[in-house]
């Protein structure tokens, strides 16, 4: 056969250089467990490695220079305008080069996807638990992906140095200019001298194609190699367990799989790059600083930060002699700078309020962690109005509502909006704990309707099938904070002194508060004996089963759980 | 009983009399105000003209413009802002407005072109003003589309937009989209300045430049978009929800469609 | 057909290992949970298989244990090599091929698409997009769904269960690591020689200040640059795109707004980033007017500087005050200008006073005058900075 062949030839080749035979195998036979939510890291993946074979096209024929030149290409309303070189090898690279469209098409869509995905993912992550210990690396190496994706995006599209992304170097340049004390060092630095300047556009170039790629390479890495090193997370299931990993090995299913998403990567954004037009930069015109349209906004992942700024009101503080322009260097570094400290943070703020510090391999229900999935949601409600005020004016403009009203309904929704998010999706998650538990306390409803002889009327239900039993019990327990019942006189233990101990404790309190789950799990039907009860007695009349174990409040005496 | 007493009660009898009345009385006011038809003794084709547009002008504008187009609290002076800017108002349907609003938007015309004619020649014939271009003064043979685009992105597009494809404004306004704007009306509203948009006079754009800021308008707008759909040419923004409502939930869909087990049915 | 390869829930059997808490899946559940849940019969989902994997202590010894270290090897194998209903997987093989073998035209098409097409106008590029991206999607379409159909229904569904081990080291290992390590630290003498150990720290540290250092000259300090512009007294005011002078008796439409710039600086971006500048003609009575003031000399707020204007047009710095937009969108019943990157609105008959939106100071007002043949030309310069607010600025 023909592998044998390969592997008497290649392989052996390798294997007398390299060894591995064990360890490769050990790679091999690795068990993957398998959701499709866990594919959404792939998504981004995919997305780096198409940027980075368009980009390597594009470099072929992009022009990183600011030297004026006189149009008089194939695009007929801009000849005889004067343009930056930049913008005429884009020009020149959209309509003269065969797929020059396609690609630059593709790789903008790319960036989209790239950034659109890890949005995805990371919220994945958040709302199962995933980035709990021993993840917490893996968490804070995406918060810098994401990080690195935003300035790779920003710098990538003010390549082509057009009307628009000149606009939001502009915005740029006046948002570092407005920094105290450093500020204007660091915006003559960046740009050599007053805005334009010669040499941002190559700058940004090398920074584009060379540094920040090569920084994400190293990072996807050591993310990836994270991943497979401790095992992915699973979903909760039948037979699968913290201590295990259920699925299919890497060899041949996970490879044949990824090999799949990743060809449906590439076909969506060939799909969205053929029939989606993407920056035309030749409708915005070369950029110059006398021009404006209505309608400017940048690309979706920076326009959190661009609603930020439209929607602080116009406060300043002038002081001996120099100028704090708040409504400036606020915007631009306070929400973000919120939004990911507390990201940053999350994963060792849970272990100090939980007191958990063991491992966790197995995903949450994001019901079954009210605080988590609201606070989430919260943020997201947060980030979401800002982003959404980005987009205002064509808001105002769309949607008939008067300009200045969509500024301030942002800036109050700012505020309450987070706040009746949390209470709204808490409640939500204590909604379908309270649903679980009845289809756990109840079994399932067959929709079967039978009279029983006394006359009265009832529905057969069902017992849960293995693998949603396994779901609907899986509950993170939280281990017991060493607080306890105590005298007022007794010394609190170590970690739950003076007002940060009290505090933990109010935290602890709030965080694990949860649906009490039921004592019994449903065996059988009412009032009959049949069906093939789980763990349940069976007999005439219907006993009722019990699974030992199945609370998911925290206790003192046995915080453990079965995980059947 | 006469034909019509039996038939006092069909469902529409109400209607029929209300309509015969309103006819009645149209037709008397149309008649006694007709009165007011200039009394010029020539009947050359501009004064017939001038006269229909004053009744028509009567009929359809004076409510707000007042009975000599001299203004209202609702309704700027006609007095001098000369037949283009009727032309432009009333071509584009704008005017005679529906409601008095944030600012009035292009809708269907009621007047046709003859109509537009005679109540523009008699705003002329009041107190001046810019006259309507002829086809040659829109014309884009020999612009020069680069000045045009020039001149449009430094001036224009903080309200239209890159390519004309609007913006807000102030107070519920809005700058329309210029993609049903004929040359003649983009000329004519460079040169009035319609409602919240600025005057261009023909000294500060001079003529061919206008000409050239028409060449680019209808030669952007014209053009086919070789990316593939537009998304409405505003920008990133539409880029985004494409990036989220279309790639990520196809790679959703497609990531469900690997993962799914078979032969289990969903609980 | 269960094994299990360890009696106890460490996988691997490690001595020294850590065990797993309890509320985490520890010792008294794991056995069980590897067995597999109830094993009922009528559960006929893909055959389980549970395996440990090798403790990574063993998979690195070089001489390999009979059984490869990774326990009881199971008899039937590790994957199977058919799927489970081959009557479907015939038919799945029939599309499958049926996919790829469209995908392989595409792949061609797109070849002859390339060669056959050309660009150089909108049209062209258009049917170029349209050809290379739809053969290109179809060719990743057809694959994605060819492979996918191939993982689900020709290979065979499985399901196997391998034991996690807690990441921590085991405690012998980290005691030898520990000894290891230490035992090197005072090999090397890092640590009983302070002077040798902190001379090294200390001459390394200019090394560490040397690539920040060397980009000083990355650009020119600020200086005074961001508080002038080019504008001087004398340099005529030239419309944008056309380089026109502007005569002040043929600006004379009330309403009329037009972007200019300095003579002899339209072409010169960095000049006119700062110098953009929009006049406005208003009629008699609306411009709300304060002092007269020599230019260049501070002024009150919220009034237009009579002196600085010409039979009522007023010109005013382009550049928005808040992060430097040129701001030209001008509603001339409202007298407004609304700068559309954030909303912030200026009233231009107040000397461009914030009204709304995030800037926090009015545009700054050009002195404009007329020279001998009546154009438009500035008799100063600015006031203040235009622009963005920064640190320096007072």
């Given at each position: 056969m023909s592998v044998d062949r390969a592997l008497e030839g290649t392989g052996n080749w390798l294997d007398e250089r390299l060894g591995g035979a064990k360890g490769v195998r050990v790679l091999l036979r690795k068990i993957f467990p398998d959701h499709w939510t866990f594919l959404l890291g792939e998504i981004n993946l995919y997305s780096f490695i198409i940027l980075l074979l368009t980009g390597t096209f594009l470099t072929l024929w992009f022009q990183p220079s600011m030297t004026d030149v006189v149009y008089h290409g194939s695009y007929v309303p801009l000849r005889g305008v004067r343009m930056s070189e930049a913008y005429a090898s884009t020009l020149h690279i959209s309509f003269d080069v065969r797929g020059g469209l396609l690609m630059r098409q593709i790789h903008h869509w790319a960036a989209d996807l790239f950034m659109a995905g890890i949005f995805a993912h990371m919220i994945r992550i958040f709302f199962t638990g995933a980035y709990r210990k021993p993840r917490e690396i893996n968490w804070l190496i995406g918060i810098v992906l994401l990080t690195l994706g935003m300035l790779e995006g920003l710098f990538g599209y003010s390549l082509p140095d057009d009307l628009l992304s000149g606009a939001g170097l502009r915005i740029l340049e006046g948002v570092i200019q407005s920094v105290p004390i450093v500020g204007t060092y660091l915006a003559f630095f960046l740009f050599g001298g007053p805005f334009p300047g010669h040499v941002i556009i190559p700058r940004l170039y090398i920074i584009h194609v060379l540094l920040i790629p090569g920084l994400i390479l190293a990072l996807i890495t050591v993310h990836l190699f994270l991943t497979f090193y401790q095992k992915h997370t699973q979903m909760a299931g039948k037979g699968r367990t913290n201590t295990n990993v259920v699925g299919a090995p890497f060899y041949p299913y996970f490879l044949a799989k990824t090999g799949a998403f990743f060809f449906f990567t590439f076909a969506a954004l060939a799909i969205a790059a053929t029939f989606v037009q993407i920056n035309p930069i030749w409708l915005y015109g070369p950029f110059n600083p006398v021009a404006m349209s209505a309608g400017s906004q940048p690309d979706f992942y920076m326009g959190m930060l661009e609603g930020a700024l439209r929607v602080m009101p116009n406060w300043q503080t002038v002081l001996w002699g120099h100028t704090f322009a708040w409504n400036v260097f606020v915007p631009a570094l306070v929400p973000l700078g919120l939004i990911f400290t507390l990201a940053a943070f999350w994963p060792f703020l849970e272990q100090w309020v939980t007191g958990d510090r063991g491992e966790h391999h197995m995903n949450d229900r994001p019901r079954n962690a009210p605080t988590r999935t609201a606070i989430g949601i919260a943020t997201i409600t947060f980030y979401g109005i800002l982003w959404a005020e980005g987009a205002n004016d064509l808001i105002a403009d769309h949607l008939d509502i008067p300009l200045y009203w969509t500024t301030w309904i942002a800036r109050v929704t700012i505020f309450v909006g987070p706040v009746i998010a949390y209470w709204l999706t808490k409640r939500i998650c204590f909604g379908l704990q309270r649903k679980d538990y009845h289809l756990l306390e109840h079994g399932v409803e067959t929709g079967i309707i039978r009279q029983l002889p006394g006359g009265e009327y009832i529905e057969e239900t069902r017992p849960l099938d293995e693998d949603a039993l396994a779901v609907l019990t899986s509950r993170t327990s939280h281990p017991a904070l060493p607080s306890g019942e105590r005298a007022e006189s007794e010394v609190p233990p170590p970690g739950m002194r003076g007002g940060l101990g009290r505090v933990r404790e109010r935290l602890y309190k709030v965080v694990t508060e949860s649906v009490p789950a039921p004592e019994h799990i449903h065996?059988?039907?009412?009032?009959?004996?049949h069906g093939d009860g789980q763990r349940a007695e069976t007999d005439g009349t219907g006993g009722r089963g019990e699974v030992a174990g199945a609370t998911g409040a925290p206790t003192e005496s046995h915080p453990g759980e079965d995980q059947h | 009983m006469s034909w019509i007493t039996a038939r006092r009660r069909h469902p529409a009898a109400g209607y029929v009399v209300i309509a015969f009345v309103l006819v009645i009385i149209g037709t008397a006011y149309a008649v006694i105000t007709s009165g007011y038809a200039s009394a010029a003794p020539q009947a050359t084709p501009n004064s017939a003209q001038i006269a229909e547009g004053r009744s028509l002008f009567l009929a359809n504008c004076a409510t707000c413009h007042g009975l000599y187009a001299e203004g209202t609290s609702q309704a700027p002076s006609l007095i001098g802002v000369g037949a283009a800017a009727v032309n432009f108002q009333v071509s584009t349907g704008r005017?005679?407005?529906a409601e008095l609003g944030a600012q009035n938007d292009r809708k269907p015309g009621r007047l046709n072109a003859t109509e537009t004619a005679a109540i523009a020649a008699y705003i002329q014939s009041l107190g001046g003003g810019p006259t309507v271009p002829s086809p040659a003064q829109v014309s884009s043979a020999g612009a020069n589309v680069g000045l045009g685009q020039q001149l449009f992105v430094a001036d224009c597009a903080a309200c239209h937009n890159f390519v004309g494809a609007g913006g807000a404004l102030t107070y519920g306004k809005a700058a329309p989209a210029l993609t049903a704007a004929t040359p003649t009306q983009i000329y004519e509203a460079m040169l009035t300045g319609p409602e919240a948009m600025p005057v261009f006079n023909d000294l500060t754009i001079t003529p061919q430049e206008k000409r050239d800021i028409i060449a680019y308008v209808t030669q952007v707008r014209a053009q086919p978009n070789p990316g593939g759909f537009s998304l409405g040419r505003v920008g990133p923004v539409t880029e985004g929800l494409v990036a989220f409502l279309g790639m990520l939930l196809f790679l959703v869909l497609a990531a469900l469609w690997i993962t799914a087990k078979h032969g289990k049915a969903h609980e | 057909m269960s094994d299990t390869n360890s009696p106890g829930a460490t996988g691997g059997g490690d001595p020294g290992r850590a065990s797993w808490p309890e509320y985490l899946g520890g010792e008294s559940h794991g056995a069980a949970a590897a067995a597999g849940g109830s094993g009922r019969p009528e559960d006929q989902g893909p055959p389980r298989r549970v395996i440990g994997t090798p403790s990574p202590a063993a998979s690195r010894t070089l001489l390999a244990q009979p059984d490869g270290g990774d326990g009881e090897e199971p008899v039937e194998p590790f994957t199977p090599p058919e799927p489970q209903d081959p009557v479907r997987a015939g038919k799945a093989e029939r599309i499958v091929v049926a996919c790829f073998v469209i995908a392989l035209l595409a792949g061609l098409g797109f070849l002859v698409a390339y060669s056959l097409i050309g660009v150089g106008s909108l049209t062209a590029t258009l049917h170029s997009n349209l050809a290379l991206g739809g053969t290109l999607s179809l060719v990743f379409l057809l694959l994605a769904v060819g492979a996918v159909i191939w993982v689900r229904y020709l290979m065979p569904t499985v399901e196997i269960t391998e034991q996690r081990h807690l990441m921590r080291s085991a405690e012998t290992d980290r005691e030898a690591f520990k000894e290891t390590f230490e035992e090197g630290a005072a090999t090397s003498q890092f640590v009983r020689r302070p002077l040798v150990r902190r001379t090294l720290i200390a001459a390394t540290l200019p090394l560490a200040l040397i690539p920040i250092w060397v980009l000083r000259d990355l650009g020119p300090l600020p200086d005074k640059s961001l508080d002038n512009t080019v504008w001087r007294k004398g340099l005529r005011l030239l419309a944008y795109g056309t380089g026109r002078p502007i005569k002040a008796a043929e600006f004379n439409s009330p309403g009329a707004l037009i972007s200019v710039g300095p003579e002899g600086f339209l072409a010169d971006d960095d000049a006119m980033a700062k110098a953009a500048v929009i006049i406005i003609k208003f009629r008699p009575g609306e411009l709300v007017f304060g002092p007269s003031t020599p230019p260049g000399h501070p002024t009150p707020a919220n009034v237009v500087i009579p002196n600085w204007t010409v039979d009522n047009i007023v010109a005013y710095s382009k550049i928005c005050t808040h992060v430097g937009c040129p701001a030209a969108l001008y509603e001339q019943t409202t007298h407004h200008i609304l700068c559309p990157c954030h909303q912030s609105t200026f009233d231009a008959a107040q000397g461009a006073k914030v009204l709304f939106g995030p800037a926090t100071r009015a545009l700054p007002q050009l002195p404009i005058g007329v020279d001998a043949q009546g154009f438009l030309i500035a008799t100063g310069p600015f006031n203040e900075p235009v622009g963005p607010s920064y640190w320096e600025r007072s």
């Open positions: 065996g059988n039907g009412h009032g009959n004996g | 005017m005679p407005a | -």
